[in-house]
């Protein structure tokens, strides 16, 4: 959300031309997040890392390294998200400002805000790159996170029986991501 009492903020690390976008389609669906829609329609960037999280918060960081966000203050403090010497690469976010973000130098900086289990914990033991880390919005408990050795998850109380999540589903969409990222 943009701006109650100046605790969130809208900005690019590069200015947009302002012309015709490929990701007008993309953002007319996102109306919940005002200024990534406004953003997507006047940048033709193709996406490496879009994060959506509660309140109308985002993070958006194209191919060509221009990045557009709407982040509470607490996560900008923590991300620098406009560090131009050391940019964030990939920030995933979660229930009640739950953040993971990843820099431009490998260097990680979390705050699951007590949600997620012990998901702060596996952050600190990682072996390997983070690939990929879907934290759920609507149950603080419910998390996967996939590395390069391995997925661990925790359904909370999500009950994707009936959305056509089964086990089998998860672990093939897991290989799947997994042989993009690597090849």
């Not at 990682?126 to 919005?137: E, H, K, R």
Request: proline share 4%.
């Amino acid at each position: 959300m943009i701006g109650p009492g100046g605790l969130s903020a809208v900005g690019t690390s590069e200015g947009s031309d302002c012309h015709d976008s490929a990701n007008a389609g993309l953002a007319s669906r996102l109306s919940a997040y005002p200024g990534l829609e406004t953003y997507l329609r006047s940048n033709d960037s193709s996406p490496v890392c879009v994060a959506l999280g509660e309140d109308g918060n985002y993070f958006f960081r194209g191919e060509d390294g221009a990045s557009a966000w709407c982040l509470p203050q607490s996560i900008e403090d923590d991300v620098e998200p406009d560090n131009d010497d050391n940019p964030v690469e990939h920030l995933y976010l979660g229930k009640d400002n739950a953040y993971y973000a990843r820099l431009s130098d490998g260097a990680t900086r979390w705050n699951m805000r007590g949600n997620y289990g012990c998901l702060d914990m596996e952050f600190s033991r990682l072996t390997s790159d983070l690939l990929c880390l879907g934290a759920n919005l609507e149950d603080d408990r419910s998390y996967f996170l996939l590395t390069r050795d391995g997925v661990r998850y925790n359904a909370g109380r999500a009950q994707p029986v009936g959305r056509g999540l089964t086990p089998q589903t998860f672990n093939t969409w897991v290989e799947r991501f997994r042989s993009l990222r690597s090849g």
